[in-house]
């Protein structure tokens, strides 16, 4: 038999043997299945209310679960169970709100959310629009600092000023967002010049357009780079945005920017004692094919392109040239001489880095440098933005 309802006029509530649908203004139609419903209740005695955790598994719900009892306020569905998981008490309700029903998963990996979709950036954007903080505000003042996530998640680069002078505040700085990222660099490490560099960060020289870490199978997701000194000669910071001249690849230059979609490159860091070594194209875009979800780019880094089959290197070669020029363009490139007490956070899968070369006999350089996990700084951006359902 069927269940009893009882709804808020005007809403019309409508069940089958199979599921229910809610029709009423304002809010948008519900059509859903009992067994989906059922398992989504969310009662204390379905779900653990401390740990948040689930106690009652999807394959446990019988296939024929019925209601006994519909009930819509306007808001809220409620609904009591005729026959249940065997052990269910039989007196829970299952209760939503109707914005849960609508949308009950997260999103965390969707960097396309309405309210904080990536905002792409060209030299002059930068140039009116950098986002400072002041130390002080974002480490202390949730709101100031909540306001810098939103700008770190839209434009993927942010500036921290009037830092303490201490090689300790990097790592301040990082764990506000989340834990650090730990490599083989260390949990922090420093970009000064040492001889014999194993790395050409750790030199004077200039160091184009890259991003970090591309050899490895879980790049970090976002850098630090905080400024200890900088008074020699040169050592200015270029940053663009690798989604924007992606963009403009796409649009101007359609074969080009497939070939980058389309063919793998290597990136390896090699030493002896230490062998790292990954594949991935340039640009990965979105299940859509439509946003792009990272750029792989880091030519210091780059080993032997990757032979599959027929070797086709001139198409690559002059699909990187396009890329490179596009990305090396005025038009893209935003530059500044980061100062002591300066401290940049970029995401490190959406904008390319490079620093010019510098004099070591007109002063000293030092950049203090951390990086957080992709999923870590997800997690503060949902907390600091809170949009997760209730
Ligand atoms: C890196 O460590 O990845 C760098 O690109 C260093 C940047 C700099 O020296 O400004």
């Given at each position: 038999?069927?269940?009893?309802?009882?709804?808020?006029?005007?809403?019309?509530?409508?069940?089958?043997?199979?599921?229910?649908?809610?029709?009423?203004?304002?809010?948008?139609?519900?059509?859903?299945?009992?067994?989906?419903?059922?398992?989504?209740?969310?009662?204390?005695?379905?779900?653990?209310?401390?740990?948040?955790?689930?106690?009652?598994?999807?394959?446990?719900?019988?296939?024929?679960?019925?209601?006994?009892?519909?009930?819509?306020?306007?808001?809220?569905?409620?609904?009591?169970?005729?026959?249940?998981?065997?052990?269910?008490?039989?007196?829970?309700?299952?209760?939503?709100?109707?914005?849960?029903?609508?949308?009950?998963?997260?999103?965390?990996?969707?960097?396309?959310?309405?309210?904080?979709?990536?905002?792409?950036w060209d030299r002059?954007n930068m140039e009116?629009?950098q986002?400072?903080?002041?130390?002080?505000?974002?480490?202390?003042?949730?709101?100031?600092?909540?306001?810098?996530?939103?700008?770190?998640?839209?434009t993927g680069l942010v500036f921290?000023?009037?830092?303490?002078?201490?090689?300790?505040?990097?790592?301040?700085?990082?764990?506000?967002?989340?834990?650090?990222?730990?490599?083989?660099?260390?949990?922090?490490?420093?970009?000064?010049?040492?001889?014999?560099?194993?790395?050409?960060?750790?030199?004077?020289?200039?160091?184009?357009f890259h991003m970090?870490?591309?050899?490895?199978?879980?790049?970090?997701?976002?850098q630090?780079l905080?400024?200890?000194?900088?008074?020699?000669?040169?050592?200015e910071s270029l940053f663009a945005d690798a989604?924007r001249a992606?963009?403009?690849?796409?649009?101007?230059?359609?074969?080009?920017?497939?070939?980058?979609?389309?063919?793998?490159?290597?990136?390896?860091?090699?030493?002896?004692?230490?062998?790292?070594?990954?594949?991935?194209?340039?640009?990965?875009?979105?299940?859509?094919?439509?946003?792009?979800?990272?750029?792989?780019?880091?030519?210091?880094?780059?080993?032997?392109?990757?032979?599959?089959?027929?070797?086709?290197?001139?198409?690559?070669?002059?699909?990187?040239?396009?890329?490179?020029?596009?990305l090396e363009?005025?038009?893209m490139t935003f530059d500044l001489?980061l100062?002591?007490?300066?401290?940049v956070i970029f995401d490190n899968?959406r904008i390319v880095h490079a620093r010019?070369?510098?004099?070591?006999?007109?002063?000293?350089?030092?950049?203090?440098?951390?990086?957080?996990?992709?999923?870590?700084?997800?997690?503060?951006?949902?907390?600091?933005?809170?949009?997760?359902?209730?």
């Amino acid at each position: 038999s069927l269940a009893t309802v009882e709804a808020v006029k005007p809403a019309s509530v409508s069940h089958r043997a199979y599921g229910l649908s809610i029709a009423a203004p304002g809010v948008p139609t519900i059509s859903l299945n009992y067994t989906y419903l059922r398992d989504i209740c969310k009662c204390p005695q379905c779900v653990d209310r401390y740990s948040k955790q689930r106690n009652i598994r999807t394959n446990d719900i019988p296939t024929d679960i019925r209601p006994r009892h519909i009930k819509w306020d306007g808001e809220h569905l409620e609904i009591q169970w005729a026959t249940d998981i065997p052990g269910a008490s039989p007196d829970h309700i299952s209760r939503w709100h109707h914005s849960y029903l609508k949308k009950p998963t997260l999103d965390t990996h969707d960097l396309h959310d309405a309210s904080n979709k990536p905002v792409t950036w060209d030299r002059k954007n930068m140039e009116e629009h950098q986002q400072w903080v002041s130390y002080e505000d974002y480490m202390t003042n949730d709101a100031k600092f909540a306001a810098s996530m939103r700008n770190l998640q839209r434009t993927g680069l942010v500036f921290v000023k009037d830092i303490p002078d201490s090689r300790e505040e990097v790592e301040k700085i990082a764990t506000r967002i989340g834990p650090l990222r730990n490599t083989f660099y260390g949990m922090t490490w420093d970009v000064r010049t040492v001889p014999e560099a194993r790395n050409v960060a750790y030199t004077n020289q200039f160091l184009g357009f890259h991003m970090d870490l591309m050899y490895m199978n879980e790049p970090p997701g976002y850098q630090f780079l905080h400024c200890l000194e900088n008074s020699c000669d040169g050592g200015e910071s270029l940053f663009a945005d690798a989604f924007r001249a992606a963009s403009k690849m796409r649009r101007q230059h359609p074969k080009e920017f497939r070939e980058l979609t389309e063919r793998k490159m290597g990136y390896e860091y090699v030493h002896e004692d230490q062998i790292y070594y990954n594949e991935r194209p340039v640009f990965e875009l979105d299940k859509s094919s439509k946003h792009f979800r990272h750029v792989n780019y880091s030519p210091p880094f780059q080993s032997a392109i990757p032979i599959r089959g027929k070797l086709r290197f001139q198409p690559l070669k002059e699909a990187l040239d396009v890329f490179t020029q596009i990305l090396e363009s005025k038009e893209m490139t935003f530059d500044l001489k980061l100062n002591p007490g300066e401290c940049v956070i970029f995401d490190n899968r959406r904008i390319v880095h490079a620093r010019r070369h510098f004099n070591t006999s007109t002063g000293s350089r030092w950049l203090a440098g951390a990086y957080v996990d992709t999923d870590a700084v997800l997690s503060r951006f949902n907390v600091t933005s809170k949009k997760q359902p209730d």
